[in-house]
């Protein structure tokens, strides 16, 4: 059975990521949060957020849905930890480029973490909107203030 | 016509009905397509494909109004065709069958027309926690719109409803009982029957959402009792584009429509305008010609089949599928465990396999399933999961693809545990 | 895409054209088909009616929801007529165009939510005498259901529209301006920018019945300052059971839903729903995906000939006709002289020879034209006839056609002047 | 040009009952009246009768339109006067089952005077509307009382 492009989509580190996500916890009292849901399968995302001066302190990141969903939700709460609004901004331009098809350069690989073996998603249309879901959670949760 | 098929025709030969559907030669990654998507569209018989063709390559032209030879040729055709609808559910007459896009806009009709002139304050719409959200969404709208109530008939652990408090729930306040034939979510086959006796009993109409039923069974509107029956063509063989509504003579005479303009009047002044005669007072514009005619292609189809067989062919195959699904511990089957209370529609759930990632596994072995709410969300609410995977049956599929499901299944199971 | 095409091809094969459309190989009563009727409904390339076999044979399935192949490949086919169809008309983004089964419902789409919403007691919508019923009744509806008044913009003897009134009839109270591009009767171009901008600078919108001119002529939504756009899809060489509507973006973000059901929803409850994204907001239950995939491959085949050129043939086709009508002194031919301010629409008349007749004397000819009153009553009242014999062109049609027309024209004249 | 067929629909009974109308003057003060349209294409026909006693007595009938709608008129208006309302019901029967495909019996047709002529129409299924038009507008007429 020819599962090869399946394997492009699930690698290791998603199912890694989907078996143990991390910064699952969920904050008490964040400086912000929000909420993002995809109706047409019912995967939703939940964020908080706390900056300490203008760097993201800690996050909280529960995704309730398919492997793809909660794989980048837990690579996303990795990657954003330690960046100022504007670098995370930076990383979600990047990460998009990359699912509309982009491969980003060195200095974007940088701080994009686990999040390029997400890749292979681009190969199935359908599902690039569970890896997009927690995206939409995050722009919501940043603080406009901070830019 | 259906027992007449029935007599002729003990059980139904699938391997020559496939061959009637192009679409089944098709290869998916490689594989044959296993095609369990039929709650969501079935597909279409050769028969119907060419009708399109015939239509558009040899009397494609407005209807009604032409005195030209290719006008009438095709509203003979499309007023043939809705004889063919209206006796396929057993309508009174043809007038009771108003062409619509889909079994939504045949509800939505309903809700924008009659209910809007007869649901009033403090009055309430009787419904069911299976609902699809076109039979849910319009009532919730309606009774916002007019302080009127949505109340629930219950549903038992099993999926089936519970009738026991149909006589506390249906009331003198009721106006309408709006609920499905069979659950796009479940399987479940409802009584509508006794239900219409309820409703009828209180001076409430019943509407029954008939667009999982009328593709899967033996439908006949006046034994049912209903007083409006929505359907899609798409569902059963026909086109996508086109549906139909039936509504009982009677109420559809003192009906006004909701769209307006070319086809629908009598007379028109620059101030205002009267109807024209039923049904085409609510057909307004240029009717979806090509997709009415081949709705009726279809109905001819499975008339050819017998409806009777249709039915019996998908309980034996739910029973098997049933059967086969029951040896997967790891999956929770929603719906009723007796196939003469269902349809063939397997609704299935496990906490670690997420039904998308599932989806997707199959897809990759040819095999096409629905995932998601099936526009059923508070009902995925009520059985505790954000979504199941289905896989719907229809008259051309096999116990080998059933086969290949559950092989698929084990397999996406083992993928899934072990990681790549 | 139309200018170079222009270019390339500076005038049109229409021998080769025609044989892209099978039923112009028709016979009617032995005659070859001479097809005039199409602004009923016009034939359809063999490219549409393939893409729907295509659609059909290989890739049917419902859209949106699906993670199976057939599913994402019939919603990327669907999303892509979209784009292709909002490019045909120059709208802004691809969510401006909702789908709709023809152009009265996308006329009527407009009158339900957004005239419902914003049209008041005392408000007046502003149309024109020439309009078809389908943008006539639903703003008398409005206008009765709302207390608002409906006013007419004056029109010349000739039959275009008098635009000395234009200030005195579109003032502060005019919340919506209702106006037919090009009139399905008189043939009449009218000047949508200039009302347009008359609309606006009362604050008014404008909605463009644009059911005669997309067909014919190249549109551009922005360009027209057109906030609504109204058309068919089978009169434009599409499949029947297709329409759409443009809405200016920043309008449709605050427009409400007239249908509501499954997939149009984001999130649903029992008691309440909450809408999904544009376009999709306005498109409940399952779209007509087969015909509008056919729709998008009808705007292929139309901006390959170019509209410019379109529009320049069927220019020197109605030049050449209303020469040889003018030659026939029994008929009074309506509508503008000039073929610049019209498109190829003729509509005719003789005192003493019922279009009816006419047309059952033609039928026998083979030749297809349309009698009666076109759905615009109240226009033949003010031209003071019951019914108009119409003679309408497209780009296959050619001048042996219209020679042909004429012909039979003289035959009846003679026919019924000495009995058989 | 074959028009063997067009001349079966257009007979000479037709094309004169057309050019020379019968009954055609308005009666002002009838018993009672009845008005027809048929909206697809702008066809009218308008009848006033005057029964004295149980038979008809005098018929007004104008008919807007085409042919078969004028000659139509006009046949019938000949071939009521001087019927009672049953027989006038029975005639309209008679003409129904004949636009039906009925060939009306050697009985019918003693009562039918020129209107057999319209057979041709039948031929016609879309112009089958025009020959009954007139006959809408008579039972309209008909006064129920007299039955
Ligand atoms: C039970 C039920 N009702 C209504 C609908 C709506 O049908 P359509 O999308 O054809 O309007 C569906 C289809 O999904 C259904 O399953
Ligand atoms: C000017 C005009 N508007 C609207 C319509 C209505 O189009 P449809 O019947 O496709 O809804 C027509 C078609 O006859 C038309 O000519």
């Known amino acids: ?147 | 016509m259906a027992t007449q098929a029935a007599s002729a025709q003990p059980s139904l030969d699938v391997a020559r009905i496939r061959e009637d559907f192009p679409i089944l030669n098709r290869m998916v990654y490689g594989k044959p397509l296993v095609y369990l998507d039929n709650a969501a569209t079935s597909q279409k018989p050769r028969s119907v494909i060419e009708s399109l063709v015939d239509y558009y390559e040899n009397y494609n032209a407005n209807v009604h109004r032409g005195v030209h030879s290719l006008s009438m040729e095709a509203t003979d055709a499309m007023e043939a065709a809705r004889t063919k609808v209206a006796k396929f559910v057993g309508a009174e007459t043809d007038e009771c069958i108003i062409w619509t896009r889909n079994a939504t806009e045949s509800l939505n009709l309903v809700a924008h027309t009659w209910a809007r002139a007869h649901v009033h304050e403090g009055d309430e719409i009787v419904t069911t926690p299976m609902e699809h959200h076109s039979n849910l969404v319009p009532w919730q709208e309606l009774a916002i719109a007019k302080g009127a109530k949505l109340r629930f008939l219950p549903m038992t652990d099993e999926g089936t409803l519970d009738l026991t408090a149909v006589d506390s729930v249906i009331s003198k306040r009721t106006k309408l009982v709006a609920v499905t034939q069979a659950s796009n979510s479940l399987g479940t086959i409802n009584p509508v029957e006794e239900l219409a006796q309820a409703a009828h009993a209180h001076g409430a109409k019943i509407l029954v959402d008939g667009a999982q039923s009328a593709p899967h069974m033996p439908v006949n509107v006046q034994d049912l009792g209903a007083d409006f029956f929505a359907f899609s063509g798409h569902k059963m063989m026909g086109p996508t584009g086109i549906g139909a509504l039936y509504t009982k003579r009677e109420i559809l005479d003192e009906m006004e429509p909701l769209l307006t303009g070319g086809e629908m009047v009598l007379q028109v002044t620059y101030e205002k305008a009267s109807w024209a005669d039923l049904p085409m007072r609510f057909e307004a514009g240029t009717p979806n010609i090509a997709d009415a005619i081949a709705f009726g292609v279809a109905t001819d189809y499975l008339n050819n089949l017998g409806m009777d067989n249709v039915r019996k062919h998908e309980e034996s195959l739910t029973e098997y599928a049933l059967e086969r699904f029951s040896q997967i511990k790891e999956f929770t089957v929603f719906g009723p465990r007796s196939v003469e209370l269902r349809g063939g529609i397997i609704s299935f759930h496990n906490e670690n396999l997420h039904p998308h990632d599932l989806g997707t596994y199959l897809d990759r072995q040819g095999i096409a399933i629905r995932t998601g709410h099936h526009c059923t969300m508070p009902l995925m609410g009520k059985l505790g999961v954000p979504a199941t995977a289905r896989a719907s049956l229809y008259v051309y599929n096999t116990e080998a693809e059933i086969d290949c499901l559950i092989e698929a299944i084990n397999g996406a199971l083992r993928y899934f545990r072990n990681g790549s």
Chains 1, 4 share one sequence.
């Open chain 1, 1 to 147: 059975m020819d599962l090869n492009s399946l394997d492009d989509l699930y690698r290791d580190a998603i199912l890694d990521h989907r078996r143990t996500p991390r910064n699952r916890e969920v904050i008490d009292n964040p400086g912000s949060a929000a909420h993002a849901i995809n109706p047409f399968c019912g995967d939703e995302v939940n964020l908080q957020l706390i900056f300490t001066k203008d760097r993201l302190d800690q996050v909280g990141a529960q995704a309730i849905g398919c492997s793809i969903n909660q794989a980048t939700t837990s690579m996303l709460s990795e990657a954003i930890v330690g960046k100022s609004t504007l670098e995370i901004r930076r990383l979600a331009k990047s990460f998009e480029s990359m699912m509309r098809g982009a491969d980003p350069d060195d200095e974007a690989l940088k701080t994009m973490e686990d999040l390029p073996q997400l890749k292979g998603v681009r190969e199935y249309p359908v599902r690039i909107k569970c890896a997009l879901l927690s995206w939409s959670a995050l722009e919501d949760a940043l603080p406009n203030a901070v830019i």
